[in-house]
T-cell receptor
Framework: GNSVTQMEGPVTLSEEAFLTINCTYT??????LFWYVQYPGEGLQLLLK?????DKGSNKGFEATYRKETTSFHLEKGSVQVSDSAVYFC?????????????FGKGTLLTVNP | KAGVTQTPRYLIKTRGQQVTLSCSPI?????VSWYQQTPGQGLQFLFE???????NKGNFPGRFSGRQFSNSRSEMNVSTLELGDSALYLC???????????????FGAGSRLTVL
């Protein structure tokens, strides 16, 4: 079955530091990959996505590249801000499949200190 | 454009009771899915509905059920509540469901259930 493994953290950084959150996956076929972010007391918000190999998703300074050869989708940001403090989830869905669900990693808590 | 609306946002129940949670999807979205979020298990898929039909169900006991109405609004019900059912229940809507093309799920803020 499908699975997503991401570094669980917590990750604590100073403002303007470089961020990497690792995510690897196991799936049949060619899944679509996502990063969602959850701020305290809120639901999940889509941060970025990629639907095929070598696609790069980007949003708000965050980037992730769909690497089929390493089955990875690592999240990066060059300079984090205090407002980036949140929990980040890597997820996948089977494209063209019939399970109609997202499979999530455990989430990574990021805290950015001023 | 209104987002996904979940009600109630917070509720407290006691063991043995039942609870019904409601989800109103984004206008035009016909797929609604439900997820349970707990600190120990993370985000787990409960079920997905499209045009009033359940297309997939996660590995949860029969106490967890759901339905979707003709206007795409959805409800989920948990009967005979247990302490372990305490969680944040998230609803997500999309045009045609996760995995369909480049469909993106939009999540609501969740309903936080506490079972005492």
């Amino acid at each position: 079955g499908n699975s997503v493994t991401q570094m669980e953290g917590p990750v604590t950084l100073s403002e303007e530091a470089f961020l990497t959150i690792n995510c690897t996956y196991t799936a049949t076929g060619y899944p679509s990959l996502f990063w969602y972010v959850q701020y305290p007391g809120e639901g999940l918000q889509l941060l970025l996505k990629a639907t095929k190999a070598d696609d790069k998703g980007s949003n708000k300074g965050f980037e992730a590249t769909y690497r089929k050869e390493t089955t990875s989708f690592h999240l990066e940001k060059g300079s984090v801000q205090v407002s980036d403090s949140a929990v980040y989830f890597c997820a996948l869905s089977n494209s063209g499949g019939s399970n109609y669900k997202l499979t999530f990693g455990k989430g990574t808590l990021l805290t950015v200190n001023p | 454009k209104a987002g996904v609306t979940q009600t109630p946002r917070y509720l407290i129940k006691t063991r043995g009771q039942q609870v019904t949670l409601s989800c109103s999807p984004i206008s035009g979205h016909r797929s609604v899915s439900w997820y349970q979020q707990t600190p120990g298990q993370g985000l787990q898929f409960l079920f997905e509905y499209f045009s009033e039909t359940q297309r997939n169900k996660g590995n949860f006991p029969g106490r967890f059920s759901g339905r979707q109405f003709s206007n795409s609004r959805s409800e989920m019900n948990v009967s005979t509540l247990e302490l372990g059912d305490s969680a944040l229940y998230l609803c997500a809507s999309s045009l045609s469901g996760a995995g369909s093309g480049a469909n993106v799920l939009t999540f609501g803020a969740g309903s936080r259930l506490t079972v005492l």
